[in-house]
């Protein structure tokens, strides 16, 4: 299928200007949603904006600050320019090509110096809006319904100086009445790492009505903007399709009441929107996932997994309320990420009228096996089937009351929004915002506002309003108290992870399969460790015990088969195994072929009638070696799946393997904390080297990720050539810098990139070359990448894609009764078929079981990974935003 959007694509636009907003209850991503616009925009020709406050900020425009500019205007002569000057004095800029115009910068950056304290490349106000220099919610005038403060104070930022030297000097310390901002490259610098939004957002009254709508018009008309990103959540977005869809009459009453001339209702009768998803939620329909929703959820499991453990060591339970009003999304993902007992979402209440009796059931049995803990999750909208609201107290009077339990409750709320954003909350609006700049450059009159999301690893652009309308349907659904509608409106992966949670949790014999069809299903993890196995692995011995299967761990892979190291595992065994790194069935890299004989008869003598393998390309490997030799030893003629679990993520043809993202969440803890070293020493280029064998996955997606500027990998290589250019970008950079604040740098170099020029060399080579400009330094990261905790999407990606491959095996599988009412005949069934041995793997937006030939068809056996990677296009992205494409070209 298609795959994430890359920077190479689509038509070369008239100039634009594009401005993008925040809108809504902040989440963690959005800024680098702003940040890929910002950028994506400038290097595509356009002219960006920024529109503060969100809605509010459109409606208000500029008008209060070209008050204050003009009572000051008298004194401050050079301060009489217009609003954003940036834009008169630049409007050539934009139509250069991008070398051109980086290097005209530089140039008049130098020029600007004398004029006026310029940064170079800054037309405004980066560290401006995150220092949020003193401003509060007063400064902005008469009282908004619950403004957030501006969000701005994000202390970490040292830098307090005004790099905006557009604003006149009064102003100087404050955005003061200042709404929509034009913004150049520098001025989302470092925002990757940041929390919230740093543009601000609110939630705006005005702008629900008609008269709001029209000023906003007006004001997007006078700043000529005639493209729009809005990020935020549905009302937000619902907001921008009514604005779209007024647009016409709105032009038209706005010229008819002379606000506008008949020119520029001529040039600006359309106007583009486009709408990412910003909302910790995860609510929106026609998308798996918002902006934000995995940050929260990062957030949610650490708080969970922290009272998981005091909660164990007092015997107690534990009522853990979540976000989410019509959306159970963070319970139900905390539930399975945490192994919780029970969860309380709104799409799908407890089946019986009575949920205590319910949830009491579950959590007995749970605690008749031996639990010490209990922990229940709640959404704040949670619902009984008579729609009647189900709270952290009642839930907590009930356990106490019942069950006897020493009950607590504990209310994350914002918690869950702050914080830093995880890796994936940094991808994906990356590669959203850069396909939000596609989406508006190629819109017609004639095509919808599309919204963008993703579905599995494909960016998708979908009608905005039917994404809303979807959205408002499933709150109607659930006011009907119609909640299979509801679940149905929920994209597939919400249904089956809900499944997961289920298989995981219950110990109810209904679910059970009859005695003929139970099986013996082994599970071994192969090659080295990775975030998600334990998940895996407890999701598979769940599950063998809700349908009945014996589950037989297999300890230290095949070489512990050998030494006939296995044992059945129990539910309770792997109960906090969904939280734990590493491996606990123990794994290495030996391949069956070591003994395929032994390996034969150990699966015989252990009656084994399906195959889990966890791991790599060793992993697949193995998976081979036993398919092809089941002609010679009829035990491995059974169904055998493989999940792939490793963080180099080279196991060919799937999207992704688990471990990669808790290994990509390791690499950008270590990076920022590198940062801040970097950026403290000022002029310092870091080489941080990872670790992923011959697949650049770790280096591309992390370069990606924390904003670093160069990325090596294997795939790619490293020449003399390339270092030459890349030591001239480098130069280049520093010699902009110059001028104004300088910056440390990360470049993100895979450890199999080149044999000869190593990480020593490399670094020794750019600190010769950047003789007075800038120093450079080494990190390697090492193992350091494997993590510690799984993070929370490797944790649910376990379970689902776990619960898919247990029910693979099943549909395979002939069972040992099955096989006894043969005895005596001429053919004893077998699972035989190439189908029948394969990997589970997200492709796109699909999961498929992909037979051992197929993925051989795909597999580079040499350099052990795909032939082909998705990633790769991403390489070119990370250096596009970070600024090397445009100062020294592409090449
Ligand atoms: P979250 O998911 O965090 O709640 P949201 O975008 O859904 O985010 P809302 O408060 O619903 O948050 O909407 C944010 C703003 O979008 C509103 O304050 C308002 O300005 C605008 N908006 C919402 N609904 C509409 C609407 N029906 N028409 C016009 N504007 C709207």
Redesign the pocket.
Known sequence: GQKAPHATQSVQPKQKKIAVLT???DSAGMNAAVRAVVRMGIARGCQAYIIRE??EGLVRGNTEYNEAATATAANTPQNSQPATPALSRNASFAALPPTQRLANANKASKKRKVEQPYGPLTFGFGDLLKDGAGENADDIGAPIDSMSPLGLGQASHENTAVAGASVPSDSQKTLKGMYIVRVGWDDVRGWMGEGGTLIGSS???A??QREGRLKAAENLISFGIDCLAVC?????L??AD?LRGEWPSLVKELLETKRISKEQAETYAHLNIVGLVG?I?NDMAMTDLTIGGITALHRICEAIDSISSTASSHSRAFVVEVMGRHCGWLSLLAGIATGADYIFIPEQPPKSEKWEEEMCEVLRAHRRVGKRKSIVIVAEGALDRNLKPIKGDDIKDVLVKQLGLDTRVTTLGHTQRGGKPCAWDRILPTVQGVEAVEALLSATPETPSYMIGISENKITRVPLLEAVAQTQAVATAIENKDFDKAMSYRDPEFAESLQAFIASSTLDERFRVAPEKRLRVAILHVGAPAGGMNAATRQAVRYCVARGHTPLAIHNGFDGLLEDNVQELSWLRVDTWTTRGGSELGTNRTLPDVNLGGVAAAFQSHGIDALLMIGGFEAWHSLQILESARSNYPSFQIPMVHLPATLSNNVPLTDFSLGSDTSLNALIDACDAIRQSASASRNRVFVVETQGGMSGYIATLGALAVGGVLCYTPEDGISLDLLRKDVEFLRKRYELDQHGKSEGRLVIKSEKSSKVYTTEVMTNILKEEGKDLFDARSASLGHTLQGGTPSPLDRTRAARLTLRCMQFLEEHAVSPLQKNSYKGRNKVPTSNSPQSAASITIQGSQIIFAPVADVLKAADMKNRRGKVTWWKDMKALAELLGGRTGLIGDQ
Do not use: H, L, N, Q
């Not at 935020?232 to 937000?236: A, K, L, N, P, T």
């Open positions: 809108s809504g209850g969100g809605w939630r705006c009254p702008f629900r935020g959540g549905d009302g937000s619902t907001g009514k909302s939620d």
